[in-house]
């Protein structure tokens, strides 16, 4: 009698994922048109959120499977100067060195997620923070810099699109990235990576290859990240320096984090939300206070840091993740 | 052939010898119980069968293979399950996906609208399908039991480990748990329930087996094995004979 009670019972199918999808979709197309309409200064700060979303969305992918990466610059700044050095060194057609220069981010996540498998918690965080410094010294060492073009950095020729269209292609590149984490949260890779962030003993005693799940979502983690960084110096700097490599300066490894965690780095959506509210804040402070304070540039990250703990201490799942959860405890509450 | 057959196993922890040249066979559809006093070595034997740990010496075979040094996952996707002493829910997941989830790995690897639809059917079979939507958090020990024999069973596993599932629980709760457990058994799944006492298994199962120190030190009939004189002046005691 208890079996006629379950089979009765209608199954939750994840309908809502489409008005999600939706949703992202109308506020990427509003910040692209309310942006451009508003002039060029606000257009590339429209453009720095694609990329920061992009960027922040790859390293979230690696924090729900429970690998905190502290390097995530490291594939940033690989994809960046992937991108430069095919374009400059060796005239590879900007589009296609687009898409196909973040691969070397793919490959260096690769490896970097098969040593990464093996390691647990915070070690994964220590390991890849190390990584960093060694991808700056590559990048200015003199043997390498015939490629790299050294400390200097690397300028290169202009996108062969118009502002509008940069901007354009940047908020469809940032909804594909969203519909490919979407892709797999829904399917059952998802529910196994939120079983290995969960209890990775357990993951592997009901059948879950934790390794090699660790190992491709690193691949692909470093692809999104180095696409990221691709984006940025094609789209909007022209230009690829050392310090993406978020070294000295953190900044680069530190944004998506800050980005992801306040606003729920557990779903796609409040990682935009996090992104939306924060890249720009973060600009204004640094073209704004930084000048008149103590810690000069890196007064962001002071906020941001101090922020972060306001937001964890009342919402451990960042601003979007708490509202989620909230909304679907009460559903099933009233569902019963 | 038996489905499970454990021969010579030893497993060391350091200097301590969990488990020190322990055989067992388990044939289909039997239902074994493993007795034994903290320190035992039962936990330890579950994890080697399971491969949470790889033994020193020994082997291990399942269903014709030999998976002694078999990752978990593998042994998983053969057909071995288990339930955790401590029960060990995915917390992020709500209870119809910690059901769901194991049904797409496993031994079963189906879609997750399928898995979804027979996590369903499971629930109701281990009385739990009223709260297939909240999350692990919000249940009680029973329920937590329920739900990790729910996982087990979604697994599609031919032998199922119990680790202490009556644990903690007294009364009702416990003998709701174990008519659970044992509709499952008739149900056709192959068995073996790990159990801190006696008492919980004597009228479920055919066959016991004592461990002591990390050896085996009796085997048999459950009446056989509660008269056995060293098992009754080693483990059961006094308390037993009163009982």
Same mark, same amino acid.
């Given at each position: 009698m208890s079996m006629s009670a379950g089979a009765g019972k209608r199954l939750k199918l994840p309908g809502s994922t489409y008005i999600k999808a939706i949703a992202v979709a109308v506020a990427l197309a509003i910040i692209t048109a309310v942006s451009r309409m508003w002039g060029s200064y606000p257009t590339l700060i429209a453009m720095t959120i694609m990329v920061f979303y992009v960027y922040s969305l790859s390293w979230s992918l690696l924090a729900n499977t429970g690998m905190v990466s502290l390097g995530q610059a490291l594939f940033f700044a690989l994809g960046?100067?992937?991108?430069?050095?095919?374009?400059?060194?060796?005239?590879?057609?900007?589009?296609?060195?687009?898409f196909a220069g973040p691969a070397v981010g793919a490959l260096a996540g690769l490896a970097v997620g098969f040593v990464s498998s093996k390691l647990r918690d915070w070690y994964i965080g220590i390991f890849t923070f190390a990584l960093t410094p060694a991808g700056y010294a590559l990048a200015v060492s003199s043997q390498l810099s015939p490629w790299t073009a050294g400390a200097v950095g690397l300028t290169l020729p202009a996108f062969p699109l118009s502002l509008g269209a940069r901007l354009a292609l940047s908020s469809a590149l940032a909804f594909a990235a969203y519909?490919?984490?979407l892709l797999i949260k829904n399917r059952r890779i998802g529910f196994a990576l939120s079983a290995i962030n969960d209890d990775e003993t357990a993951a592997g005693t009901i059948g879950i290859n934790s390794r090699l799940y660790k190992t491709m979502i690193f691949g692909i983690s470093g692809y999104m990240a180095a696409l990221a960084g691709a984006m940025f110096v094609a789209l909007y700097t022209s230009y690829v320096a050392p310090d993406y490599f978020g070294y000295p300066d953190l900044e680069y490894s530190v944004w998506p984090v800050f980005y992801s965690m306040i606003g729920g780095m557990g779903y796609p959506e409040g990682v935009l939300i996090g992104t939306v509210l924060l890249d720009p804040l973060q600009n204004w402070i640094r073209s704004s206070l930084s000048s008149t304070s103590v810690v000069g540039g890196n007064l962001a990250l002071v906020i941001f840091g101090l922020l972060l703990i306001v937001v964890l201490l009342r919402a451990p799942k960042g601003i979007y993740g708490s509202v989620a959860r909230y909304m679907e405890t009460r559903r099933a509450r009233q569902a019963r | 052939m038996s489905l499970l057959e454990v021969s010579g196993v030893t497993k060391r922890f350091g200097g301590l010898i969990a488990l020190n040249g322990v055989d067992l066979a388990?044939?289909?559809?039997?239902?074994?119980?493993?007795?034994?006093?903290n320190g035992a070595g039962k936990t330890t034997l579950v994890n080697v069968v399971t491969g949470v740990y790889y033994p020193e010496s020994g082997r291990i075979i399942f269903d014709g293979h030999d998976i002694t040094k078999t990752p978990p996952h593998r042994r998983a996707r053969l057909g071995i399950s288990r339930t955790y002493q401590v029960p060990r829910?995915?917390?992020?997941?709500? *209870?119809?996906?910690?059901?769901? %989830? /194991?049904?797409?790995?496993?031994?079963?690897?189906?879609? *997750?609208?399928?898995?979804?639809? %027979? /996590?369903m059917d499971l629930l109701g079979r281990v009385r739990l399908a009223e709260r297939a939507q909240d999350y692990p958090e919000s249940l009680s020990v029973v329920e937590l039991r329920k739900l990790e024999l729910a996982r087990a069973l979604a697994q599609g596993s031919k032998l199922v480990f119990l680790d202490e599932v009556s644990a903690g629980l007294v009364g009702d709760d416990l003998r709701?748990?174990?008519?659970?457990?044992?509709?499952?058994?008739?149900?056709?799944v192959t068995m073996v329930m790990i159990e801190h006492v006696m008492k919980v298994i004597f009228n479920l199962t055919e066959r016991i087996i004592v461990m002591m120190n990390g050896q085996k030190l009796a085997e048999g009939k459950p009446s056989e094995v509660a008269s056995d004189a060293r098992v009754v002046e080693s483990y059961l005691g006094r308390r037993w004979s009163e009982i």
């Amino acid at each position: 009698m208890s079996m006629s009670a379950g089979a009765g019972k209608r199954l939750k199918l994840p309908g809502s994922t489409y008005i999600k999808a939706i949703a992202v979709a109308v506020a990427l197309a509003i910040i692209t048109a309310v942006s451009r309409m508003w002039g060029s200064y606000p257009t590339l700060i429209a453009m720095t959120i694609m990329v920061f979303y992009v960027y922040s969305l790859s390293w979230s992918l690696l924090a729900n499977t429970g690998m905190v990466s502290l390097g995530q610059a490291l594939f940033f700044a690989l994809g960046a100067y992937a991108y430069g050095i095919f374009v400059v060194s060796y005239g590879v057609n900007p589009w296609l060195a687009l898409f196909a220069g973040p691969a070397v981010g793919a490959l260096a996540g690769l490896a970097v997620g098969f040593v990464s498998s093996k390691l647990r918690d915070w070690y994964i965080g220590i390991f890849t923070f190390a990584l960093t410094p060694a991808g700056y010294a590559l990048a200015v060492s003199s043997q390498l810099s015939p490629w790299t073009a050294g400390a200097v950095g690397l300028t290169l020729p202009a996108f062969p699109l118009s502002l509008g269209a940069r901007l354009a292609l940047s908020s469809a590149l940032a909804f594909a990235a969203y519909l490919v984490i979407l892709l797999i949260k829904n399917r059952r890779i998802g529910f196994a990576l939120s079983a290995i962030n969960d209890d990775e003993t357990a993951a592997g005693t009901i059948g879950i290859n934790s390794r090699l799940y660790k190992t491709m979502i690193f691949g692909i983690s470093g692809y999104m990240a180095a696409l990221a960084g691709a984006m940025f110096v094609a789209l909007y700097t022209s230009y690829v320096a050392p310090d993406y490599f978020g070294y000295p300066d953190l900044e680069y490894s530190v944004w998506p984090v800050f980005y992801s965690m306040i606003g729920g780095m557990g779903y796609p959506e409040g990682v935009l939300i996090g992104t939306v509210l924060l890249d720009p804040l973060q600009n204004w402070i640094r073209s704004s206070l930084s000048s008149t304070s103590v810690v000069g540039g890196n007064l962001a990250l002071v906020i941001f840091g101090l922020l972060l703990i306001v937001v964890l201490l009342r919402a451990p799942k960042g601003i979007y993740g708490s509202v989620a959860r909230y909304m679907e405890t009460r559903r099933a509450r009233q569902a019963r | 052939m038996s489905l499970l057959e454990v021969s010579g196993v030893t497993k060391r922890f350091g200097g301590l010898i969990a488990l020190n040249g322990v055989d067992l066979a388990v044939g289909r559809g039997e239902l074994v119980g493993v007795i034994g006093p903290n320190g035992a070595g039962k936990t330890t034997l579950v994890n080697v069968v399971t491969g949470v740990y790889y033994p020193e010496s020994g082997r291990i075979i399942f269903d014709g293979h030999d998976i002694t040094k078999t990752p978990p996952h593998r042994r998983a996707r053969l057909g071995i399950s288990r339930t955790y002493q401590v029960p060990r829910p995915f917390n992020n997941l709500n *209870v119809l996906d910690n059901v769901a %989830l /194991a049904a797409m790995y496993g031994s079963r690897r189906i879609s *997750v609208r399928g898995a979804r639809e %027979l /996590a369903m059917d499971l629930l109701g079979r281990v009385r739990l399908a009223e709260r297939a939507q909240d999350y692990p958090e919000s249940l009680s020990v029973v329920e937590l039991r329920k739900l990790e024999l729910a996982r087990a069973l979604a697994q599609g596993s031919k032998l199922v480990f119990l680790d202490e599932v009556s644990a903690g629980l007294v009364g009702d709760d416990l003998r709701e748990v174990l008519s659970v457990v044992k509709d499952i058994h008739e149900g056709g799944v192959t068995m073996v329930m790990i159990e801190h006492v006696m008492k919980v298994i004597f009228n479920l199962t055919e066959r016991i087996i004592v461990m002591m120190n990390g050896q085996k030190l009796a085997e048999g009939k459950p009446s056989e094995v509660a008269s056995d004189a060293r098992v009754v002046e080693s483990y059961l005691g006094r308390r037993w004979s009163e009982i």
